[in-house]
């Protein structure tokens, strides 16, 4: 479920509309076809999946940007600010540009009663076309089957991979979230996936079958001599296009090798007349930015790791890579959790790891969605030593001063990552 969070740009390009999820694509269709199809003027690449998805998102536009081409990539939701979501050549469009292009679409929100992820996919679809965007990549918000994105005819589809997020909108079981995630498949459209369990790949082959869409399967056990450090991921891959390759991407963590594998992939199957040179493929993999990813900066003496790690497979992600950094000690957690997230599985691993853990609530989670610091305190007593302190400034300001020239690991959410980068003067539009 997305949120608009609390930019006041967002509530300036819209009147109130609806934060939930409202299942079907005829809304948008109906949106789209009246303002005369502006998904339909580029082409398009399709990412989901339940991780990674805006990496592999963020890679794809900075290749083909490197490569010359007029790129719009579509992430959501944002950190800091509204404007992250929709990235015009690697840069926002002005708030100004923005506002004119909602007013453009206004009506047709509130006639077609567009849920705010909705309007918000439409104003990008708008803006790209209105732009003279070539190639636009959009990332799925939730699902794909039903996700508003799924109205494009694209070039390439990929779903990352498939772990249990977002159940109580799709499903209860692996198997129920990966047809769902599956959906955005198309006849005769190639679908390129990393996810490694053997059930997952059964299904998506099935339905890959019944659709015509040919199936591509990044193993990511395939990567070569990869190496993790605290400003890049290396690794060595063979492919078909351009042969073996020696990749460098700024993302870290070991997940990071297997997403820009993926978009590595993706970028194969494009069609000759998109697919970019080989030095643009190193050379956008090498300059991509995403912020709030295993992103680590230094700032007065202190260390501080952001990933918006949110559920158990994302925090593994996380663990693998502080396992694989030798970060300055102590080394202290600010954690905010939704309440709706499967914290009791995803605390334990990272906890073990940490010196000091902080439990609070970002100011920007919806009340029906908090978590309780103080009942999660209790199921992880013993790992480390926890903290609980409910109010947000006063629980970075403590893990700033625990940390010392240490370590602070900001994670849990995207709300607490973004809260905490706002706060610290690192909004990613504003440094």
Wanted: proline content about 6%.
């Amino acid at each position: 479920m997305d949120l608009p969070f609390s930019d006041p740009l967002a509530g300036r390009l819209f009147p109130p509309l609806a934060t939930g999820v409202e299942w079907g694509l005829e809304r948008m269709r109906r949106a789209l076809a009246s303002l005369g199809d502006p998904h339909l003027a580029c082409e398009t690449v399709h990412v989901g999946g339940t991780n990674g998805k805006g990496s592999v998102t963020a890679t794809v536009g900075s290749v083909l940007r490197a490569d010359g081409r007029r790129v719009g990539w579509y992430t959501s939701p944002h950190l800091c600010s509204f404007r992250e979501r929709m990235l015009v050549d690697g840069a926002p469009l002005s708030e100004q540009a923005l506002e004119a292009y909602a007013a453009d679409i206004r009506e047709t929100v509130s006639v077609e009663r567009l849920t705010f992820f909705e309007a918000v996919t439409l104003l990008a679809m708008h803006a790209f076309a209105r732009e003279g965007v070539e190639v636009a990549v959009l990332e799925v918000g939730l699902g794909g089957r039903l996700d508003a994105t799924n109205v494009v005819e694209p070039r390439v589809t990929t779903v990352t991979n498939v772990a249990m997020d977002h159940a109580e909108y799709l499903g209860d079981t692996i198997e129920l979230i990966a047809r769902e995630k599956a959906g955005i498949m198309k006849a005769g459209v190639p679908f390129v996936t990393a996810d490694e369990s053997p059930e997952v790949l059964a299904l998506f082959r099935r339905l890959a079958r019944e659709v015509g869409s040919p199936v591509t399967v990044v193993d990511p056990a395939s990567l070569r001599d990869v190496e993790v450090t605290s400003d890049h991921t290396a690794f060595t891959l063979s492919t078909g296009r351009w042969g073996e390759l020696r990749v460098r991407t700024p993302l870290v963590g070991r997940h990071q090798a297997a997403n820009a594998a993926v978009a590595i992939a993706v970028l194969e199957h494009l069609g000759e007349d998109l697919l970019p040179s080989r030095a643009s493929v190193l050379d956008g993999i090498a300059s991509v930015v995403h912020h709030g990813r295993d992103e680590i900066t230094r700032r007065d003496g202190r260390t501080w790791l952001f990933d918006v790690a949110h559920n158990v497979a994302g925090i593994q992600s996380l663990v693998d890579t502080i396992d694989r950094l030798e970060l300055p000690r102590p080394l202290v957690a600010l954690l905010g959790v939704q309440g709706d997230k499967d914290w009791r599985a995803m605390l334990p691993a990272l906890l073990s790891r940490t010196d000091l853990a902080i439990l609070t609530t970002p100011p920007s989670v919806p009340p029906e969605r908090r978590w309780d610091p103080s009942a999660a305190a209790d199921h992880v007593d013993g790992l480390t030593v926890v903290r609980v302190e409910p109010d947000f400034v006063r629980a970075v300001r403590m893990a700033e001063e625990r940390a010392g020239e240490g370590t602070v690991v900001v994670t849990g959410s995207v709300h607490t990552v973004g809260s905490t980068m706002k706060m610290l003067g690192l909004d990613p539009l504003g440094r």
